[in-house]
Structure formats: structure tokens, C-alpha cells
């Protein structure tokens, strides 16, 4: 994967965190509604959130040449 490659990957994940950081916003201000859903979307968006740390990690690495 090349160094662009991987900075679109990022910027699209990156969208979708933000979307899902927002979805996630929007469950917790409607509790106790749909409380149930809580585990699998905080799950979700640290899932989202994680793999974008290791990609800004690995774009790092190849910046600097490692």
C-alpha cells in the first residue's frame, strides 16, 4: 500500500468514526430509549476508532521510512 493509499483509507475511516462517534452521541442523549443498543454501537465505534490509531500509526512508519 502506498503512502496516498493509505491516507485515503484513513480519511474515509476517519468519516465514518465521525459518524459513528455522532450516532453514538445521538443514543446517549435519547436514554433511557434504546439503551439496548448501547454495547454493540460503543463496540462498533471502538472498532472503528482502533483501526484508525494503527493506521495513522503504519502512515507514520512509512513517512519516516521504517
Do not use: C, F, W
Amino acid at each position: 500500500m502506498t503512502i496516498e493509499e493509505l491516507k485515503t483509507q484513513i480519511k474515509r475511516l476517519n468519516s465514518k468514526a465521525g459518524q459513528m462517534k455522532m450516532d453514538l452521541h445521538d443514543l446517549a442523549e435519547g436514554l433511557p430509549t434504546d439503551y439496548q443498543k448501547i454495547m454493540d454501537v460503543a463496540a462498533a465505534t471502538y472498532e472503528i476508532y482502533r483501526q484508525l490509531e494503527e493506521l495513522k500509526q503504519q502512515l507514520k512508519n512509512m513517512e519516516q521510512g521504517k
